[in-house]
């Protein structure tokens, strides 16, 4: 099989196909917990190319996203030095909102063959079948799930704690090991929000370039 242009330099994959994956999401702001999901799925599934995906409109979400340029930017510093990984800027250009069958079927056309996975958390596994077209996400790529705490609000920022009940899923899907890591966009926001909060405590939750960024673009001032 002809590598698709953007497979890494030198991958073996001349016996299988290309592996790649999509984890989407809104990345307002992206924290410390998806970048240890990036790493568990590119070296757990083998990807040969990871895209990052920050949201345009979000279906499902009602707060109004920070601007998707920021969003990107920061993305850019979160997992840009992660190898294989593309951060990719369609779903914030495409009109109207964003659903990830759509994507799938953008990127099933653009590496023909390959192998489609979807990294999620738990909570977003559970509510998997409110998708959009869910049934046609499902055939298009492997679902591999990291676990999620059961408490992802506001003063979520603890690294303990329990985790979401995936027992009942009636979905086919792989697992990703990964410790609980009980940090929200959520939590980020709220602790920038606080009147008093430091910066070094912020780049506990987000990746130190990201704190930096936050800070001198005032983001996430007000409380949510
Ligand atoms: P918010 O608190 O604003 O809802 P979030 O922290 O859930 O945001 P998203 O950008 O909505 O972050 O999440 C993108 C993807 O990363 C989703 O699949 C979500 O399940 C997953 N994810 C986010 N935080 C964690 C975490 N702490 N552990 C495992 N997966 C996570």
């Known amino acids: 099989m002809t590598p698709h242009p953007e497979a890494p330099q030198g991958a073996d994959t001349?016996?299988?196909?290309?592996?790649?994956?999509?984890?989407?999401?809104?990345?307002?702001?992206?924290?410390?917990a998806h970048r240890t999901l990036a790493e568990a799925a590119?070296?757990?599934?083998?990807?040969?190319?990871?895209?990052?995906?920050?949201?345009?409109?979000?279906?499902?979400?009602?707060?109004?996203?920070?601007?998707?340029?920021?969003?990107?930017?920061?993305?850019?510093?979160?997992?840009?030095?992660?190898?294989?990984?593309?951060?990719d800027s369609r779903e914030?250009?495409?009109?109207?909102?964003?659903?990830?069958?759509?994507?799938?079927?953008?990127l099933g056309a653009e590496y023909p063959g390959a192998e489609l996975f979807l990294v999620l958390g738990a909570d977003q596994l559970l509510a998997f079948k409110s998708w959009v077209r869910w049934p046609e996400v499902l055939a298009q790529a492997t679902l591999a799930?990291?676990?999620?705490?059961?408490q992802i609000?506001?003063?979520?920022?603890?690294?303990?704690?329990?985790?979401?009940?995936?027992?009942?899923?009636?979905?086919?899907?792989?697992?990703?090991?990964?410790p609980l890591k009980n940090i929200s966009a959520t939590a980020v926001r709220a602790h920038v929000g606080q009147?008093?909060?430091g910066s070094s405590e912020l780049a506990v939750l987000v990746p130190e370039a990201v704190?930096?960024?936050?800070s001198q673009h005032s983001l996430y001032q007000k409380p949510p």
Not at 14 to 32: E, K, Q, T, Y
């Open 92 to 106: 914030v250009r495409r009109q109207g909102p964003s659903y990830t069958a759509d994507t799938l079927q953008e």
């Open 14 to 32: 001349a016996d299988r196909p290309l592996r790649v994956g999509m984890f989407g999401g809104a990345f307002d702001p992206p924290h410390r």
């Open 153 to 178: 609000g506001a003063d979520a920022v603890h690294d303990d704690g329990e985790e979401m009940d995936l027992s009942g899923v009636d979905l086919p899907f792989r697992r990703l090991a990964m």
């Open 42 to 87: 590119l070296t757990q599934l083998g990807l040969d190319v990871l895209h990052i995906l920050p949201t345009g409109q979000a279906w499902h979400k009602s707060r109004v996203l920070t601007p998707a340029e920021h969003r990107l930017s920061m993305c850019q510093l979160a997992f840009g030095d992660l190898p294989n990984t593309r951060i």
């Open 145 to 150: 799930v990291a676990k999620r705490a059961t």
């Open 211 to 214: 704190a930096s960024y936050i």
């Open 195 to 197: 009147p008093v909060s």
